[in-house]
C-alpha cells in the first residue's frame, strides 16, 4: 500500500482558525491565577490585555496587566467601534481591543480573555463559534470571602463591593460552555487544560484541513483499492 501525503510530507501542515478561551468567574474565584498558570504552560495562548478606567493595583505593570487608560479614551476607544466588548464592573470601564483578537484568530493563534460575564455575552454576539466559554465558581462564600482577603489587593470596601457583585455573576453559569469549581488548584487547572486541548480538537475549527486532508486519503483508497 502506497503512503498517504501525510507520511510522504507532500501535504501542507495542518492548521486551524484560532479560538477564544473565556474565562470568567465571581472576583476570588482564581481565574487570574488559572489564566496564569495556563499562559506558563501554553505557548499557543496569547493574553488579551483588556483596556480599563481602573486605578493601576502596586503589584501591575502598564500594558501587561491592563493598558490604563483615562474615560475620555476609553469613551473615544468604544465610539469608533474598537473595542470588541466593554462593560462596567465594580464602577470602573473595561474593554477588549478588536484589532489583535481578529488578526490572532485569521491567522491560527488562541486568545485568552479574562472578562466578566457582561463582556462575555458580548462576545457570543459577534464570534460564537470562536468562543470556548469557562466560568469559575468557588466551593464556598467563607472560601471566597477568604480568597479576596488573602489576596491582600484590595481594602475592606473594594473586598465588599466584589461580593456584593457576586451573586448576580454566579447566575449566569448557565451561560457558559463549562463550569469548574475552583476547590483543589491543581485539579481546576487540569480541567482548564483537558478543556482546551479538546477544543483545539474541534472539527468546527479545523474544517477545511481536515476536509482536504480526507479527501486525498479517499482518493488515494479509491486508486489503491485497499481490500
Ligand atoms: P480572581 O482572578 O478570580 O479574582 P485570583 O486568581 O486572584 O482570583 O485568586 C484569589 C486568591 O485565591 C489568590 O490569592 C489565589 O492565590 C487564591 N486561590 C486561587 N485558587 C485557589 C485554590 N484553588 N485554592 C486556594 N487558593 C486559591
Ligand atoms: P479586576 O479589576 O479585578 O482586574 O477585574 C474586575 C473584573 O473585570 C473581572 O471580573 C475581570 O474579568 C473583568 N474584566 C477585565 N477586563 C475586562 C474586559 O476587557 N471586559 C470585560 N467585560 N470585563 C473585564
Request: include cysteine; hydrophobic fraction near 40%.
Amino acid at each position: 500500500m502506497s503512503s498517504t501525503p501525510q507520511m510522504t510530507g507532500e501535504a501542507k501542515p495542518l492548521c486551524r482558525r484560532g479560538l477564544i478561551l473565556v474565562i470568567a468567574s465571581p472576583s476570588g474565584a482564581g481565574k487570574s491565577t488559572l489564566s496564569r498558570l495556563l499562559l506558563q504552560a501554553d505557548d499557543q495562548l496569547t493574553l488579551s490585555i483588556s483596556v480599563t478606567t481602573r486605578p493601576r493595583r502596586a503589584s501591575e505593570v502598564d500594558g501587561m496587566h491592563y493598558h490604563f487608560i483615562d474615560k475620555r479614551r476609553f469613551e473615544a476607544l468604544r465610539e469608533r467601534g474598537e473595542l470588541l466588548e466593554w462593560a462596567q464592573v465594580h464602577g470602573n470601564f473595561y474593554g477588549t481591543p478588536r484589532e489583535p483578537v481578529e488578526t490572532a484568530l485569521a491567522t491560527g493563534r488562541d486568545y485568552l480573555f479574562d472578562i466578566d460575564v457582561q463582556g462575555t455575552l458580548q462576545v457570543y454576539q459577534e464570534m460564537r463559534s470562536d468562543v470556548a466559554s469557562v466560568f469559575i465558581l468557588p466551593p464556598s462564600i467563607p472560601e471566597l470571602v477568604e480568597r479576596l482577603r488573602r489576596r491582600a489587593e484590595d481594602d475592606e470596601i473594594t473586598i465588599r463591593k466584589r461580593l456584593a457583585s457576586a451573586a448576580d455573576e454566579i447566575s449566569h453559569w448557565r451561560d457558559f460552555d463549562y463550569v469548574l469549581v475552583n476547590d483543589d488548584l491543581n485539579r481546576t487547572f487540569a480541567g482548564l487544560q483537558a478543556i482546551l486541548a479538546a477544543e483545539r480538537l474541534k472539527r468546527s475549527r479545523r474544517e477545511p484541513m481536515i476536509g482536504l486532508l480526507a479527501d486525498e486519503l479517499t482518493a488515494e483508497l479509491k486508486k489503491n483499492k485497499v481490500d
